[in-house]
């Protein structure tokens, strides 16, 4: 019999409430009063968003986020810097001790980004799951989608959606980006370089690392037609039912709580 999780899109939401999200969901479904949910998201303005343990101090240019109304928010989960702009925003909540979900982190990558994988050839899009040899030549950059990590998904090469990953209270969250477009240009604009030299020199190389929707899909892809492929994705990928599901007030509630708390919060953001 096909189990069923929840799904939920939250639509377009300040980068705080985004975040507030996540973490509540995760709080709810370690309490069992959820079961396993995808959602998926976008962001208004657009934001960015850095890792649990991402440094911004000579990192992240903050004048220029805040020159731009891009609001910075620091993630429950690990990695880079992401620029959450032209995209769609996906999110899985479920126990770690689910029969389907594996214990290593890499091996649940794999089975949670099949619905990912699914999703892009409902697109016509070829996509495969990126397996580095042996480990990755790590960078010093700051930027998300310069390298792709353990089963994240490529097309020729280069990286398609960038994901991330906690497990807290016995769940795992993993979420992550997929861009239907990208603009280079507004993406560096954000982080600092020794000099103008070496940004373009990174902006030029980015690429031949990172690829939007758009830049390969044969015909225009709107952020609803990503979200009906790749909602069906999920379902195929992960072998799953999807029911729709809404907050109630005391929810809502508690998110923006935790949004003002937190996630609007220069301690927390500039933590580090």
């Keep these: 019999m096909t189990e069923t999780w929840y799904f939920i899109d939250t639509g377009k939401s300040l980068p705080a409430f985004n975040m507030a999200v996540d973490e509540c969901l995760l709080n709810w479904h370690s309490k069992g009063e959820i079961p396993p949910i995808i959602r998926f998201y976008e962001w208004e303005p657009a934001g960015m968003s850095v890792g649990y343990f991402q440094k911004t101090k000579n990192k992240i240019d903050l004048d220029a986020l805040k020159n731009q109304n891009i609001p910075l928010v620091r993630r429950l989960t690990g990695g880079r810097a992401v620029l959450h702009d032209q995209e769609l925003t996906y999110s899985v909540i479920v126990s770690e001790n689910h029969p389907d979900m594996p214990k290593s982190v890499k091996d649940a990558y794999r089975v949670i980004s099949k619905g990912l994988l699914e999703g892009f050839k409902l697109l016509n899009i070829e996509a495969s799951f990126s397996i580095p040899e042996g480990k990755l030549e790590t960078t010093q950059s700051a930027v998300c989608f310069e390298e792709p990590s353990w089963y994240e998904l490529v097309i020729e090469g280069k990286k398609a959606a960038g994901s991330a990953q906690t497990r807290q209270k016995g769940v795992i969250l993993q979420h992550g980006s997929i861009p239907i477009t990208i603009d280079n240009n507004k993406l560096y604009d954000l982080f600092l370089y020794p000099n103008e030299r ?67 919060n220069d301690s927390w953001n500039l933590s580090r």
Excluded: C, H, P, W
């Design 198 to 264: 070496v940004k373009e020199r990174a902006k030029n190389a980015f690429k031949d690392k990172a690829v939007s929707i758009q830049d390969v899909a044969t015909e225009k892809v709107s952020v609803e037609k990503a979200r009906t492929a790749f909602r069906q994705g999920f379902a195929k990928g992960l072998d799953i039912e999807l029911t729709s599901y809404e907050f109630n007030e005391a929810q809502l509630r508690e998110i923006e709580e935790l949004m003002y708390s937190k996630y609007m």
